[in-house]
């Protein structure tokens, strides 16, 4: 296990709770996210309208497949990109793969004032939040580690991951 993988719905901390633990392992911190929209010089919204979400699972699933090779590296990836089989496979192959949980409630709360995200983009985003969420609760749960973020902050978070990744991994 060479590296850290965080997964979980939007708004559950990935990004901001992979900086602090790569920070802490001093470990490199790679976003998914932002690996795809630096590579294609838009935004996620833009490829989405552009080329299309299947567009932007292609770019994750090339970029998943270069992950294989990392070393000591944290990586926060976009909420749906374990969805793939093929996807969690490869990152179950050579990190700890750890899941951000929270209710689709507090999603909501944490999301809301957000207008990034294309999938939100939605008459009913509560809704869509909910039915995703439910939908994807089976991949999440094949963690190696599920974490609820429900009523910690970031930092609390990321003590507990650093906690979780030395337990699976003694110091090296
Ligand atoms: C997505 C989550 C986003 C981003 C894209 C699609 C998803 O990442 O990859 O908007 O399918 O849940 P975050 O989880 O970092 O918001």
């Known amino acids: 296990m060479r590296n850290l993988a965080l997964i979980g719905f939007m708004g ?41 979400e299947a567009a932007f699972r292609e770019r994750e699933k090339l970029l998943v497949e270069e992950l294989a090779k990392r070393d000591k ?4 990836t976009g909420g749906g990109l374990p969805v793939n089989p093929e996807n969690f496979a490869s990152l179950k192959k050579h990190a700890l ?9 507090k999603i909501w709360e944490r999301v809301r004032h957000q207008s990034h995200r294309p999938l939100l983009q ?13 939908a ?29 990744f030395h337990s699976a991994r003694p110091r090296q």
């Open 136 to 164: 994807r609760k089976p991949v999440y749960q094949k963690a190696d580690i599920l974490m609820n973020t429900e009523v910690r902050s970031c930092r609390e978070v990321a003590q507990q991951v650093l906690h979780q």
């Open 73 to 76: 590296t944290v990586i926060a």
């Open 122 to 134: 939605d008459p009913d985003p509560q809704a869509k939040i909910k039915s995703l969420l439910e």
């Open 12 to 52: 559950t901390g990935k990004s901001s709770v992979g900086r602090l633990v790569a920070e802490a392992l001093h470990f490199t911190f790679l976003d998914t996210d932002e690996v795809i929209t630096t590579r294609a010089g838009k935004s996620v919204g833009e490829i989405f309208a552009q080329e299309g």
């Open 97 to 105: 793969i750890v899941c951000l949980w929270a209710s689709p409630e």
